[in-house]
């Protein structure tokens, strides 16, 4: 199935490639590609959808923050944290 959605989506290609190492970001992009589709396929604005969802995908930026803690032993303990944002 996985296939199948990459052939149907080939506008989507260079994002695969960018966030490979992010599979459920890519399978939320394709879920909602695949609701999309008839607007993708509309003869006169079709490409002009297809462009938009690409950008719109696409984050605007992402901060990248530390989070400290305290584990039960007492000791201090650091984790990563992300906030994405994408364009209105």
Not at 5 to 12: A, G, N, S, T, V
Not at 17 to 28: C, D, E, M, N, T
Not at 59 to 84: A, C, H, K
């Amino acid at each position: 199935q996985q296939q199948q959605q990459h052939d149907k989506f080939p506008f989507l290609k260079d994002l695969r490639v960018k966030y490979s190492h992010q599979p459920i970001f890519l399978q939320a992009v394709e879920e909602m590609a695949l609701s999309l589709e008839p607007i993708f396929a509309d003869e006169n604005k079709g490409e002009f959808y297809k462009q938009a969802f690409v950008a719109m995908a696409e984050p605007e930026r992402t901060i990248s923050f530390r989070v400290p803690w305290m584990d039960d032993g007492g000791r201090q303990r650091f984790n990563r944290g992300w906030r994405v944002e994408f364009s209105r």
